[in-house]
C-alpha cells in the first residue's frame, strides 16, 4: 500500500491519464480524489461519475451535455457536460469497464483530439482535463474477449495504479479500525480482534467501515464476521455462552410459561453481556434445533426442555 500510495503521488505532479485497478470497496474514488488533490489542479474541479450507474444514453448526455431541445425532456437552454464542468480540472470515470462500445470511441475521441461535441451541435469544444479513469474489471481480459477497444484501453493504461485488496495488507485492517471507530476502539476484546483480523474481507475497506458503523450502533461486530472462521457451526454457536443463556431460561421456565426474548437480552446485560436481538435469534434457534428449549409465541416465550435440564445438570 506505501508503494501504491508513491506511485500515486508521483503520477499526481503529470498530466498523464491514470488507470487505478482494484476490487470493489478497495477506495479507487479515494485514491483519485487524492491524487487531483495532491496534483496542480488542486484548486480546480473534481468531477465524478460512476459509469454503471447510468444508461448509455444517459451518460452520453452526462460527459458531453447537449444543446436545447436535443431530445425530449431536454433542457430548453442545454445543459454543460461532465468535460465542461471539469474543464482545467480532473474528470474521474468509475467503473469505466462497463461502457458501451459506442461511449468508448466517442471517448477515445475526446482524449485523443482534447475536444468533444455536445449531443445536436456541430461545434467543438477544446477542453482541458485530467483524466482518471478507475475499473473493478481486468481490462486486459476484457480487450482479448473484444468488449473493451484496445485503442481506448492503451490510451488510458499510461499510469496503472493497483489497490490492493484488504485480505492482501492485513497489517492496515487494525489501524482502519482505529480511523473509523476512534476512542470506542480501545473497547474492543482481543478475541473479537482476532476474528477481524482472520476475515476474508470480501468487500474490502467499504465492508470494514459498515462493520464499525454497525459496532457504532450495536456495541458488537456483525455475528457473521466475529463468527466466520468458526464456520458458523451449530455446536460452537451452542456453546457460546449456553450455560449462561439456558439457566436464564430454566430460572424463568414454570408450568405456564418461559422467558421472552427481550427480557432474556435484559436479563444477559444486567450479567455484563450485550447482545443484539438478531443475535439472539439465531442462539434461541440453535437451542430449538438441538431440542433445548422450545420457542413459543406471545407470551408463554422461550421454555426449557427436559433435554436442557439434563444439559445443565451434566456441566
Given amino acids: 500500500m506505501m508503494q501504491c500510495i508513491k506511485l500515486s503521488k508521483k503520477a ?8 487505478i485497478q482494484g476490487e470493489s470497496g478497495t477506495g479507487k474514488e479515494l485514491l483519485a480524489q487524492s491524487i487531483h488533490n495532491f496534483s496542480y ?3 480546480m474541479p473534481f ?4 459509469c454503471a450507474a447510468l444508461t448509455e444514453s444517459l451518460l452520453e448526455s452526462q460527459l458531453f451535455g447537449y444543446e436545447g431541445g436535443s431530445f425530449t425532456g431536454a433542457s430548453k437552454n442545454g445543459k454543460l457536460g461532465l468535460f465542461e464542468q ?8 468509475d467503473e469505466i469497464g462497463d461502457i458501451s462500445q459506442n461511449l468508448q470511441r466517442q471517448l477515445l475521441r475526446a482524449i485523443q483530439e482534447k475536444q468533444i461535441m455536445r449531443i445536436s451541435s456541430d461545434r467543438l469544444i477544446n477542453i482541458d482535463v485530467r483524466i482518471i479513469v478507475a475499473t473493478n474489471k481486468n481490462l486486459e481480459e476484457e480487450v482479448k474477449k473484444g468488449n473493451f477497444r484496445s485503442d481506448l484501453f492503451y490510451r488510458l493504461n499510461v ?3 493497483t489497490i490492493p485488496k484488504l485480505s492482501d495488507r492485513r497489517d492496515d485492517i487494525l ?3 482505529e480511523n473509523f471507530l476512534g476512542s470506542k476502539y480501545y473497547n474492543i476484546t482481543n ?3 482476532k476474528a477481524i483480523l482472520n476475515y476474508d474481507w470480501p468487500g474490502n475497506v467499504r465492508e470494514l467501515e459498515s462493520a464499525t458503523n454497525y459496532y457504532k450502533t450495536l456495541s458488537e461486530f456483525p455475528y457473521y464476521i466475529v463468527h466466520k472462521r468458526n464456520n458458523n457451526s451449530e455446536k460452537e454457536i451452542i456453546n457460546n455462552n449456553i450455560f449462561l443463556i439456558l439457566k436464564i431460561i430454566n430460572d424463568n421456565t414454570n408450568n405456564s410459561h418461559g422467558i421472552g426474548r427481550t427480557q432474556l437480552i435484559y436479563k444477559l446485560k444486567e450479567k455484563g453481556i450485550k447482545i443484539s ?8 434457534e440453535c437451542l430449538e434445533k438441538n431440542n433445548y428449549i422450545e420457542i413459543n409465541r406471545g407470551r408463554i416465550g422461550n421454555v426449557i426442555t427436559e433435554k436442557g435440564i439434563d444439559y445443565l445438570t451434566n456441566l
Wanted: glycine residues 2%.
Fill in 86 to 93: 471539469a474543464n482545467t480540472g480532473t474528470l474521474f470515470l
Fill in 12 to 19: 499526481a505532479l503529470t498530466d498523464y491519464t491514470i488507470l
Fill in 175 to 177: 489501524l482502519l479500525l
Fill in 47 to 50: 468531477v465524478a461519475v460512476n
Fill in 41 to 43: 489542479r488542486n484548486e
Fill in 159 to 161: 499510469i496503472p495504479i
Fill in 191 to 193: 478475541e473479537e480482534k
Fill in 277 to 284: 436481538d438478531s443475535r439472539i435469534r439465531i442462539l434461541l
